[in-house]
């Protein structure tokens, strides 16, 4: 095993063990509760426009000296109607019914025991996903109201972005009362650390690849 890859696995294997820990407080959270922390987070993004924008821009500085142009310059970006985006979004999921406890199914037994088939959080989620910090946002939010942990594991050109963007959302979740270890994002920016993520057995319940075919052909 290379250097590279034991760093990776050495920093999923902590961020894995802090989610489950802050997994087991997500899945007892009300409605209520998950509701106010999404409203902490969207106005934590809202109130953190300059701080966002700066760390964008040494994303964006970065990817022009490595000779980025183009739509992929423009899917890194934050400008202010991105970033009104991020915060609506997660406002809209404050809106949206709570997912825990909804009843998939049902039925009675000859013997009148009445069974239910309910809907319950994951766990631990993890992302993987390309140079878009606006995925940040959204895939945390998603797993805040589904009361699930989430590693998150962003493009290496939007490391500094998400690192912002994680920074804010874990603050609004601690004001909230909810652990800041909620939202995880993986630092690493190799390759090692998308491939650790795949092999965090135990650590991770469920892992949503969301890129070429050649990362989907890994798992």
């Known amino acids: 095993m290379s250097e590279s890859l034991q760093q990776a696995r050495a920093e999923v294997t902590a961020l894995g063990r802090a989610a489950k820990s802050a997994a087991r407080t997500l899945a007892q959270l009300t409605t ?6 999404l409203a902490a987070m969207a106005d934590g993004l809202a109130a953190s426009r300059d701080k966002l924008l700066a760390a ?3 994303d964006l500085d970065a990817a022009e000296a490595n000779g980025v142009t183009g739509s992929l310059l423009n899917r890194l970006a934050i400008n202010d109607k991105r970033l009104a985006g991020m915060v609506q979004g997660l406002r809209d999921l404050i809106a949206l019914p709570d997912p825990v406890g909804g009843v998939v ?3 009675r037994r000859p013997n009148g025991l009445d069974i239910r088939r309910v809907r319950v959080p994951l766990g631990v989620v993890g992302i993987i996903y390309e140079s878009r910090p606006n995925v940040t946002a959204d895939a945390a939010g998603l797993c805040l109201k589904s009361g699930n942990a989430c590693i998150l594991r962003g493009g290496k050109e939007a490391i ?3 690192l912002a963007i994680r920074e804010v959302l874990a603050a609004g979740c601690e004001s909230a009362g909810i652990p800041a270890e909620a ?17 965090a057995e135990g650590l991770i319940d469920c892992l949503i690849p969301r890129g070429g075919r050649g990362l989907i052909q890994n798992l």
């Open 32 to 37: 209520g509760a998950k509701n106010a922390a």
């Open 56 to 58: 964008n821009q040494l």
């Open 105 to 107: 199914d049902g039925w």
């Open 160 to 162: 500094n972005s998400n």
């Open 183 to 199: 939202i995880q994002l993986v630092t690493n920016i190799t390759r090692d650390s998308a491939l650790a993520l795949m092999q």
